[in-house]
């Protein structure tokens, strides 16, 4: 059974720093390409980043490109989110996904985790 679980969600205050993981589990996370999503209180779910296979290539939304980075760890199974420069507009439950292509983690995921809620204060 394939799971991925996220962790590493809070409260902070704008301008702080934040590092979400994702660990997979039930599936050798090499073989796929994984990202984040996020999904604000009454708003769509949107896309936040990607990574390849092999820790590239990598993509982001405009939204947070230049403040958040995306990196990967296959021997420990999981992806990390840096979150720098954290506006209050970026408060949402987070997600992880993974596709077995590169370019189907930001159309259509195959794996989905549960969700972790990060807030950022003004």
């Known amino acids: 059974q394939v799971q991925l679980v996220e962790s590493g969600g809070g409260l902070v205050q704008a301008g702080d720093s934040l590092r979400l993981s994702c660990a997979a589990s039930?599936?050798?996370?090499?073989?796929?390409?994984m990202g984040w999503f996020r999904q604000a209180p009454g708003k769509e779910r949107e896309f936040v980043g990607s990574i390849g296979r092999t820790g590239g290539p990598t993509s982001y939304a405009d939204s947070v490109k230049g403040r958040f980075t995306i990196s990967r760890d296959n021997a420990k199974k999981t992806i990390y989110l840096q979150m720098n420069s954290l506006k209050p507009e970026d408060t949402a439950v987070y997600y992880c996904?993974?596709?077995?292509?590169?370019?189907?983690?930001?159309?259509?995921?195959?794996?989905w985790g549960q969700g972790t809620q990060v807030t950022v204060s003004s």
């Open positions: 039930g599936l050798y996370s090499g073989l796929y390409a």
């Open positions: 996904a993974a596709a077995v292509k590169f370019d189907d983690v930001r159309i259509s995921p195959r794996y």
